[in-house]
């Protein structure tokens, strides 16, 4: 006898064929399994969670954008934010007609103020919905690896949360399942993640660093909107989650990276100046200070905008890409006090917009004209009011119309692109007084003498704890600064912007520090370990790589010795040390297990700035002298400004040879008819204290 029936799965409400089969008096059953029914693969669309979520799992959430309508259980509990400010920055965008949170420094920081809950969970999943976009990958179109710092300053470890998966650089809202270990303090026997061993230390309000939970490390700009936090299994498992729209077809981006007009030379690149609705322009000519008068163009508006002519710089499908603009002005002197910038700007090829965080540019009244760039980390070509032309940001005034004879319009390209990673035209600095005597090149701090020439020891606290003492041998003892508190951090805090207002250019950065080789310390290193540095208009924490990764040993000699290091592209936005740093220090232990033995004591700091331009452009105090030799000559070598003088016995006299003024590597070849030569570098006079 056979039958046939339907049989419905509660939970699904989907329908499964059983056909029951009695033979012999036995009835076997053949049926479709329900789980098996369950089981459910994404994307899953960004207006919902997932429909993989366990209900009944314990759950702590946020939503960031105001306007989602999610169907969330009713035991989840909505305790999650993001803690803000210093280098965990972020900003609300539009992406897509969906509101998100961007970070615009180097992390993300959860914070969960029912963090207690998981003080017992050895496993904690991450459910989040981000942006797919570059800020994701790699170079090389490979994942990101995100790090978790979780437990409080001190007491913090990092964990792996893995690479991010692949195929989400697609332009949408994607679903994205991590998992991190709530790790163990060796030092309390707990798990880092709902514990603080020591509530009186501040910034541990919800149980990790800076006011947050979990830090996410490693992907600057990361675009987050909904965050969950629940035990293992709670949102289904990665391989359900983790699937994702294939991106927009879309013709491959062109390899060219710079549009541009030139109103005085007549020449234009694809690019023009928009004169319509509320951004309308008139020409002028014969603009600027006598000898070089221009003809420009000038808004009678608000604003001012530029179309891409025939798609030149890619298409609005294209992924929103970092964009520079370049714009050279007449600072006129009667619009002292004037600004302008970028204003609106296109994130997405649906047209939504934000707005230039950055700052505006203050006209001086300098009467010259001057070439400033504006960054923006990631534009759409779609434009703001240029259909049907393409288009980055418009321009915004306040307080007066300065003309313009140029505007440029670059991207920066990314993968395999022949222009990948280039500067647009690096010609154009986002602060053009670098290239002035406004800012200075160099500083010191010589705690022994009493000299703070810009430099002085940085606050003392939290990882970098600092003492000031009297070090070295018995009949060298100077007054030097040292880590302390079971810590192995120095940093010295910039007095005064002596090199200038944070927000410039990255800058190449010369130190020499003098530290005492204590025998006591035999084995303990001393390096620059970590710095701020602009990428593309974001301050991002940056370590220094290749050769300028290095570190000096202390040989226990008993000496005062210099160290010398160097950063090439450093702002001043300092590691969690204000106004103003460099570069934060780091000495490792020549006993692992022993902190004190890498308290090593420096006691002098200085700091050359070697301008890209200007009248103190490539001028490096500290460099030395290379010789090169070759079967047909030896030659001398050196970088930037400086003369180089020559003498025929080392007490001298002193000649100059040779004056050169650039940044770039110079080369004297010596006259072979003399045998012997001694050579210097001699330097312009260094700004007093």
């Not at 690896?145 to 332009?171: C, F, K, R, Y």
């Not at 879309?250 to 694809?270: K, Q, R, S, W, Y």
């Not at 090169?628 to 080392?650: C, D, H, K």
């Amino acid at each position: 006898m056979n039958a046939s029936l339907k049989s419905t799965c509660p939970s699904t409400g989907r329908s499964a064929l059983v056909r029951l089969h009695i033979l012999a008096g036995v009835l076997v059953a053949f049926y479709i399994s329900c789980l098996g029914l369950r089981a459910q693969t994404g994307p899953f669309a960004p207006t919902n969670w997932p429909a993989t979520i366990n209900a009944s799992a314990p759950v702590d959430y946020l939503i960031a954008d105001p306007n989602a309508v999610f169907s969330t259980p009713v035991g989840w509990v909505n305790s999650v934010t993001f803690a803000g400010g210093g280098d965990q920055a972020f900003q609300t965008i539009t992406l897509n007609g969906l509101a998100g949170d961007q970070s615009t420094s180097s992390f993300m920081n959860i914070a969960d103020s029912n963090y207690a809950v998981w003080a017992n969970t050895p496993s904690i999943d991450i459910l989040l919905q981000v942006y797919g976009n570059d800020s994701l990958y790699n170079a090389d179109t490979s994942g990101k690896t995100i790090n978790v710092l979780e437990g409080q300053l001190g007491h913090q470890t990092d964990v792996s949360a893995g690479a991010v998966p692949l195929g989400a650089n697609n332009g949408q809202w994607n679903w994205m399942l991590f998992t991190i270990t709530n790790s163990i303090d060796p030092a309390t026997g707990n798990r880092r993640i709902g514990n603080v061993p020591d509530p009186t230390q501040p910034g541990v309000a919800n149980g990790g660093v800076n006011d947050g939970t979990l830090r996410l490390e490693g992907v600057a700009g990361i675009t987050i909107r909904a965050v969950a936090l629940g035990e293992s299994g709670a949102f289904g498992s990665s391989n359900q989650i983790n699937v994702f729209v294939p991106p927009v077809s879309c013709d491959p981006e062109p390899p060219v990276n710079l549009a541009f007009i030139d109103i005085n030379a007549g020449i234009t690149n694809h690019l023009s100046v928009l004169n319509d609705t509320d951004q309308t322009v008139t020409y002028q000519n014969s603009v600027g200070p006598a000898g070089d008068l221009r003809k420009g163009v000038q808004a009678t508006t608000t604003y001012m905008n530029f179309g891409i002519l025939s798609n030149y710089l890619g298409a609005p499908c294209n992924p929103p890409r970092p964009m520079k603009v370049c714009v050279e002005f007449y600072d006129d002197p009667v619009l002292g006090g004037a600004s302008f910038g970028p204003d609106l700007y296109a994130t997405d090829a649906a047209g939504d917009t934000n707005t230039f965080a950055g700052p505006a540019y203050i006209l001086t009244g300098s009467d010259q004209w001057v070439k400033v760039a504006f960054w923006i980390p990631a534009v759409n070509l779609v434009g703001v009011n240029t259909a049907p032309l393409t288009g980055g940001p418009r321009l915004v005034f306040n307080g007066g119309f300065p003309v313009i004879d140029r505007i440029e319009l670059g991207v920066v390209r990314s993968g395999t692109n022949a222009l990948a990673g280039l500067d647009p035209d690096p010609a154009y600095f986002m602060n053009p007084l670098i290239c002035t005597t406004n800012y200075g090149f160099y500083a010191e701090l010589d705690l022994q003498n009493g000299i703070m020439n810009g430099l002085d020891v940085g606050s003392s606290g939290n990882d970098q704890q600092m003492v000031v003492e009297m070090a070295g041998p018995t009949n060298d003892q100077r007054l030097a600064v040292r880590p302390d508190g079971g810590n192995n951090n120095l940093q010295f805090q910039i007095l005064n912007e002596a090199f200038g207002p944070s927000y410039q250019d990255n800058a190449r950065v010369s130190q020499v520090l003098t530290y005492y080789d204590d025998p006591a310390l035999a084995g303990a290193t001393l390096r620059a370990q970590v710095y701020q540095s602009w990428l593309y208009g974001v301050s991002a924490l940056t370590f220094p790589s290749g050769v300028y990764d290095k570190r000096v040993t202390l040989q226990g000699s008993g000496q005062w010795r210099d160290a010398i290091f160097e950063l090439p592209d450093a702002n001043f936005n300092g590691v969690n040390q204000g106004p103003q740093s460099l570069v934060r220090y780091q000495t490792t232990p020549a006993v692992p297990a022993d902190p004190t033995s890498g308290y090593v004591h420096v006691t002098r700091v200085r700091y050359d700035v070697v301008r890209p331009c200007g009248p103190n452009v490539g001028i490096d105090v500290f460099q030395t002298l290379s010789i090169t030799n070759s079967s047909s000559n030896v030659g001398i070598e050196w970088f930037g400004t400086a003369i180089l003088q020559s003498a025929l016995a080392l007490t001298g006299p002193w000649t100059n040879t040779v004056n050169y003024e650039n940044n770039l590597t110079n080369h004297f070849a010596p006259s072979p008819s003399q045998p012997l030569q001694f050579f210097r570098l001699q330097f312009p006079p260094l700004p007093l204290p």
